[in-house]
């Protein structure tokens, strides 16, 4: 079975400074996505950053970067320069690359940046 | 481009009762799904669709809860009788073709059983 594992459930960060997010997760799988989605209070689950497993680049979107550890099954989010637009909960997720590709996720974790 | 269009956006019902949700995905988009968020987790797969068809459908209450594409673009998730512990966030999401990677959320149906 695959499983995530958010160990965080909650997270504070003062605007400007950064902050990382941490997940692990359990495969057997070789072929997989790994993602990072953001959900404000409105409750609209947005993209924030997709990590393919066979590159082993760690994947860059403007000040959200992942910390890919293919052997350690770890996948942390970093946020840089924090801002106030940054207060949501944050969902690691995973999905094969063949076959079915429902969307594993995480239990999340409340991140509040501090004015 | 238009986003996954969900509605109603809050659903408040008494047990027993029945309720339906609609998801209007984005335009093209021909695989879509529905997921049951419950408080303080993660959402988790209800139902998948490939055009019209089901093609997963093992997580789904069947006693209870029932879904159809018709057409292939428009979805109905609907829950008949509702209990209290359905109470949670219903999403639905989108993506071009089963094989494409990245879901494209809506913003999710919140339901209160009273």
């Known amino acids: 079975a695959q499983t995530v594992t958010q160990s965080q459930p909650e997270m504070s960060v003062q605007e400007a400074e950064t902050v990382t997010l941490s997940c692990t997760y359990d495969?057997?799988?070789?072929?997989?996505?790994l993602f990072w989605y953001k959900q404000p209070p409105s409750r609209q689950m947005i993209l924030v950053i997709r990590?393919?497993?066979?590159?082993?680049q760690n994947a860059t979107e403007n000040r959200f970067s992942v910390n890919f550890q293919k052997a350690a099954k770890s996948f942390s989010l970093k946020i840089s320069d924090s801002q106030l637009g940054d207060t949501a909960m944050y969902f690691c997720?995973?999905?094969?690359?063949?076959?079915?590709?429902?969307?594993?996720f995480g239990t999340g974790t409340r991140l509040t940046v501090i004015p | 481009e238009a986003g996954v269009v969900q509605s109603p956006r809050y659903k408040i019902i008494e047990k027993k009762q029945p309720v339906a949700f609609w998801c209007n995905p984005i335009?093209?988009?021909?695989?879509l799904y529905w997921y049951l968020q419950n408080l303080g987790q993660g959402p988790e797969l209800l139902i998948r669709?490939?055009?019209?068809?089901?093609?997963?459908d093992s997580q789904l209450p069947k006693d209870r809860f029932s879904a159809e594409r018709l057409k292939g673009v428009d979805s109905t998730l609907k829950i008949q009788p509702a209990e209290l512990g359905d109470s949670a966030v219903y999403l639905c999401?989108?993506?071009?073709?089963?094989?494409?990677?990245?879901?494209?959320f809506g913003p999710g149906t919140r339901l209160t059983v009273l």
């Open positions: 669709y490939e055009n019209e068809e089901a093609v997963d």
């Open positions: 335009s093209g988009h021909n695989t």
């Open positions: 997720a995973f999905t094969f690359r063949t076959g079915a590709n429902n969307l594993f």
């Open positions: 999401a989108s993506t071009p073709h089963l094989r494409t990677d990245t879901q494209y």
């Open positions: 990590q393919e497993a066979y590159k082993q």
């Open positions: 495969t057997s799988e070789n072929n997989y996505y």
